[in-house]
Structure formats: structure tokens, C-alpha cells
């Protein structure tokens, strides 16, 4: 026998888990061969180690906290299922469903009603001050600037652009963007 | 009178949950102790043992023979532990900062290695050979832990990794390579005393 098949065959020597025959022809080799026998007790300490690895235990109270986490989404998990609710007890909730839905609409409608009620009557005393029915960043009138070569600056159709970027974008504030809304509305 | 193994997984089987409970408290520990061994960390440990009993809970008409409930959890508990070690390999290994762990979860670990009486040496060789295992590959690692560790018997090992039992001699020689080349130096000066 070779130190190549030996050694191929000393793990399982060890593990007494090797025919015998072949049981038999290691021993003899491993009798004439120093090298393989020292291989063959470095094999055994290694194993004599590992075996000795001392138990890996995280404790008492590690277990009393994880195994009823183990149970609960184990056997508790499979509790019975929730009673079926009644046809009572569906129409009544979705009958107040029904009526919160309404209220909130019209709660909206007011909120919207009020604004623009306000944003008119500030119009309205807008218009009274400079005597016009046009929003005052409409009634002062740019069309007389010219620059050096005598073009208008803005023209009347530019300035009425301008109010309306301007009241989309927010600048004069909810009631003012209100104010304008008739103005834009008409496309004067 | 308390049941033996198989009547409790028998049970189980049929639906027995105090059964269940029963089997958990029983083999909670070698679970535990697995795939802490493969792991290396508490946290991936935990894991794994919470994991598995919901995945057996959950599986548990796939057992046919309830011998083999041992393999059937086992082979849960390591298949579980492979991917989360595949999961870790491609995020950077989690360590075993112990530090880390609640309090009495330390002392516990600590406990269990041998005490200073015993010698430098002996805690030393004991943390190489552990650093040793983790180096391994995860096949290999698992084979020499179950096997030189743990103490299963191959056709066993072959049971619980769903191999050939051809594989798991080759892995075990493989992986006993590995590791006596690792700690050639220390087992020679140990040899030598």
C-alpha cells in the first residue's frame, strides 16, 4: 500500500468506519510508515478538539423569551377565525360612512362659498378706491410707458397676461387670486 | 408518563400542539448550537432557531417517517443557515462582537468556554480552531461541524444535506485538511507536550 492510498483511507481508519480488509492493510502500513503515522495523530487530536468544543448555550432567559416568540407565530397563529359580522352591522357602518361623506362635501362647499364671498366683497371696495371695476394691478395703466424708441413697454394685452400669471401663481393671496377670477373668467 | 421522541413528533404530526411545543423545548438548544457553530454570532443564530421550528410547524405534513424528524429539522435549520451565510458573505460577515450581546446572554456564552484554570493555551488553540471553522467553505463547515462537533454519523449528515454520503466523506476529508493545515503549528506543539 501506497502513503497516497493510506492517507486517502485515514480518515475513515479513524472513524472506524472502513472495511476490514482495508482496516487491515493501513495498520500494516501505517506500522512501516513514521510519516503516515504521524499523520494519521494529528488527524486524532484534530478530532479529540472539535469534539471538545464546549456546547454553545445562550441561557435560561434567552429561552423564556424566544420560545413564546416561536409559539406565537406557531401554534397561536392558527387561532380560530374572527366571528362573520352581520348584514346589520355592515349597513349600519357603511350608512355612517355615507353621512360622514356628505358632511365633509358640504363643509367644502361653504369653505368655498365664504372665500368667494369675501374675495368679491373685497373687489367690490377695491373698485370703489380707484373707481374701477378692474382689479388695481389692472386699473393702473402701463400702455403710457414708451421706451427711447417710442414702443410701449407693456402692451394692454401683455399687462392683462401678466395680472393673470400672477394671480395663478399666488402673489396677491387667496382673496386677491379670487378677485381676479371674474376677470380671467371673461378674458377681458 | 412523558413521551418518548417519536410519539411527540407522531403527535405533532397530527396536530398536537403541546407536542410541538414539547419538541421545541427539546431540541431548541442543538438548533441553536448549529447554527450559532455555522454563523458565528448570536443574532444570525437567533434567527435561524425561530426561523426553523416555524418553517417545521409549518411543514410538517412533509414528513413521512417521524424517525427521521431529526434530519427533517436539521435540514431546515442548515438549509436556513447556508442562505443567510450567502446573504452575509455578499454584505461583509457580521463578527462576533459579544460586547454586543444583552448581558446575560454573555455571561452564558462565556460560561461555556473553559475557564482560565485550564490554561492560556487551551483558550487559545480553542478560539484558532473556531476562527479555523469559519474559514471554511460553507459546505465543508457545515459537514465537520455536525460531524467531528456535533456527532452525527454520515449517513445521517448525508440525511439532514440531502447528498450523497460519497459527498459528505469527500467534504469531511476535505475539510479536516483544511483545518490541520490551518492549525498544523499548534497540533504539532500540542503533540509535542
Known sequence: MTCLYARSHLDDFLDDDIAAADALRV?????????????????????TLLSQQPPVDPGPRYWSEVTPLIM?????????????VSVDEIVRYRGTRLVRSVVTLAASLVLLYVALTLGSGHRAAMAKQTASPRPVFLAAS?????????????????????????????????????TVLPGLLSFE | MSKTIPELVAGFVNGDQAAFAELVKLHRRKVYSLAFRLLGNHLDADEVVQETFVRVYRRHK???DVANFPSFLFRIATN??????????GHGAITDDTDALPGEIQMELARRVRTPSDSYESKVLMVEITRAIDRLPPRQRITAILHDVEGYTKPEIASILNCPEATVRSNLHIARNKLKKALHK????????
Not at chain 1, 403710457?144 to 424708441?149: A, K, N
Not at chain 2, 436556513?80 to 458573505?89: F, P, V
Not at chain 2, 499548534?186 to 507536550?193: H, M, Y
Open chain 1, 27 to 47: 495498520k500494516e502500513h501505517l506500522e512501516a510508515c513514521p510519516d503516515c503515522r504521524a499523520e494519521l495523530e494529528e488527524g486524532r487530536l484534530l478530532r
Open chain 1, 72 to 84: 406565537a407565530r406557531t401554534v397561536e397563529s392558527d387561532a380560530p377565525a374572527p366571528e362573520r
Open chain 1, 142 to 178: 402701463l400702455t403710457g410707458l414708451t421706451g427711447p424708441d417710442n414702443f410701449a413697454i407693456v402692451t394692454p394685452q401683455e399687462q392683462a397676461d401678466m395680472a393673470r400669471i400672477t394671480a395663478v401663481m399666488g402673489a396677491p393671496g387667496i382673496l386677491g387670486r379670487f
Open chain 2, 62 to 64: 412533509e414528513l413521512k
Open chain 2, 80 to 89: 436556513y443557515a447556508i442562505d443567510l451565510l450567502r446573504k452575509r458573505k
Open chain 2, 186 to 193: 499548534r497540533l504539532n506543539a500540542k503533540e509535542q507536550k
